[in-house]
């Protein structure tokens, strides 16, 4: 009998018959071996059922009409688990062979740690990405950079500022679960985000200087949706922001609110939306005061102005 703890690797699949064999197989080659593959499809029109139903039974399949969000499908791979750690990858993904062995030696190692961070490094047709997540994330960086490991007591204060998980990036302890139960269905986009910085609030984090996964960049990938990756960031960050009681938290999530709309005015500006831009410019400018994006809303809302008016036009898109 293993003594082992299981792992319960989770993925939500929607016409995924292009990539799944990669993730499933690199699931498969890792170093530690107990492990259950819980496949939720979505929906699927593809023959991605079928490629899954041909693994054999450490390979679990469940099948829902579609919801249009991974975060239903990872709902219900959570509610099929066994395991006594959990974690996620897409369907386009890949694990490196040691993902599981290194986040779960150091699970063991730090019991009070509910949940823990590898880095990740991006890639598309034409190679990998120069640096990994984690390198492209200064404040953690700054820390990171000459250390194997950390352990973030307040892990919230640095996820505020940025962003340095995925889904595909993080372990947790099952019975962390009873703190943030699921991801929230509210969310079309950014609900991995909401789902470990809500955990965060209640355990302390671990981050390991250490890729464990691969992140498929292609044409398909929902992050190329300007509009629903920002107005997204904007919801997902709301919601935290209304249920954080730390004021200096508070104001790194309003930051990033504004910088969101202020990203969306640019965008709408350059595709000729102008009401629109304005109405992105004014929500910052109702926001609570702060001068760096104070000063970059005159300016987007300058630019507006003279777009319209025809005296400047953006450059082709």
Same mark, same amino acid.
């Given at each position: *009998?293993?003594?082992?703890?299981?792992?319960?690797?989770?993925?939500? $699949?929607?016409?995924?018959?292009?990539?799944?064999?990669?993730?499933?197989?690199?699931?498969?080659?890792?170093?530690?071996?107990?492990?259950?593959?819980?496949?939720?499809?979505?929906?699927?029109?593809?023959?991605?059922?079928?490629?899954?139903?041909?693994?054999?039974?450490?390979?679990?399949?469940?099948?829902?009409?579609?919801?249009?969000?991974?975060?239903?499908?990872?709902? #219900?791979?959570?509610?099929?688990?066994?395991?006594?750690?959990?974690?996620?990858?897409?369907?386009?993904?890949? *694990?490196?062979?040691?993902?599981?062995?290194?986040?779960?030696?150091?699970?063991?190692?730090?019991?009070?740690?509910?949940?823990?961070?590898?880095?990740?490094? =991006?890639?598309?047709?034409? +190679?990998?990405?120069?640096?990994?997540?984690?390198? #492209?994330?200064?404040?953690?960086?700054?820390?990171?950079?000459?250390?194997?490991?950390?352990?973030?007591?307040?892990?919230? $204060?640095?996820?505020?500022?940025?962003?340095?998980?995925?889904?595909?990036?993080?372990?947790?302890?099952?019975?962390?679960?009873?703190?943030?139960? +699921?991801?929230?269905?509210? /969310?079309?986009?950014?609900?991995?985000?909401?789902?470990?910085?809500?955990?965060?609030?209640?355990?302390?984090?671990?981050?390991?200087?250490?890729?464990?996964?691969?992140?498929?960049?292609?044409?398909?990938?929902?992050? +190329?949706?300007?509009?629903? *990756?920002?107005?997204?960031?904007?919801?997902?960050? #709301? /919601? &935290?922001?209304?249920?954080?009681?730390?004021?200096?938290?508070?104001?790194?999530?309003?930051?990033?609110?504004? +910088?969101?709309?202020?990203? @969306?005015?640019?965008?709408?500006?350059?595709?000729?939306?102008?009401?629109?831009? @304005?109405?992105?410019? /004014?929500?910052? &400018?109702?926001?609570?005061?702060?001068?760096?994006?104070?000063?970059?809303?005159?300016? =987007?809302?300058?630019?507006?102005?003279? *777009?319209?008016?025809? /005296?400047?036009?953006?450059?082709?898109?």
């Amino acid at each position: *009998m293993d003594t082992k703890s299981l792992v319960s690797v989770i993925i939500p $699949a929607y016409n995924a018959q292009e990539f799944i064999v990669e993730a499933l197989n690199s699931i498969i080659a890792q170093t530690y071996d107990n492990i259950e593959i819980i496949v939720v499809d979505d929906g699927s029109s593809d023959d991605t059922s079928q490629v899954v139903a041909s693994y054999d039974s450490r390979v679990h399949i469940y099948h829902q009409s579609n919801s249009g969000t991974t975060a239903i499908p990872r709902n #219900t791979g959570i509610m099929h688990s066994s395991g006594d750690f959990l974690c996620f990858l897409d369907a386009d993904d890949l *694990m490196v062979p040691d993902r599981i062995s290194f986040q779960v030696d150091f699970m063991e190692r730090y019991p009070h740690v509910g949940i823990v961070f590898c880095d990740y490094r =991006n890639f598309n047709k034409d +190679g990998f990405y120069s640096e990994s997540h984690f390198q #492209t994330c200064p404040h953690l960086w700054s820390q990171l950079r000459d250390q194997r490991e950390l352990i973030l007591e307040n892990p919230c $204060a640095l996820l505020a500022q940025e962003n340095f998980g995925i889904a595909g990036s993080i372990m947790i302890r099952k019975n962390t679960l009873r703190f943030q139960p +699921g991801f929230d269905l509210t /969310l079309r986009s950014c609900e991995d985000f909401h789902f470990y910085y809500s955990t965060a609030r209640y355990v302390h984090a671990g981050v390991i200087n250490k890729v464990g996964m691969m992140r498929r960049i292609h044409e398909k990938n929902k992050t +190329g949706n300007t509009v629903k *990756m920002l107005s997204e960031g904007i919801h997902s960050r #709301t /919601l &935290l922001r209304d249920s954080e009681k730390d004021p200096k938290i508070r104001a790194y999530l309003n930051r990033y609110i504004a +910088g969101c709309h202020g990203s @969306l005015a640019r965008y709408y500006a350059d595709h000729g939306q102008f009401i629109q831009s @304005l109405r992105c410019d /004014l929500q910052v &400018l109702s926001g609570p005061f702060y001068w760096p994006q104070l000063r970059a809303t005159c300016r =987007n809302i300058t630019r507006t102005i003279i *777009m319209a008016s025809g /005296l400047h036009k953006p450059k082709k898109l």
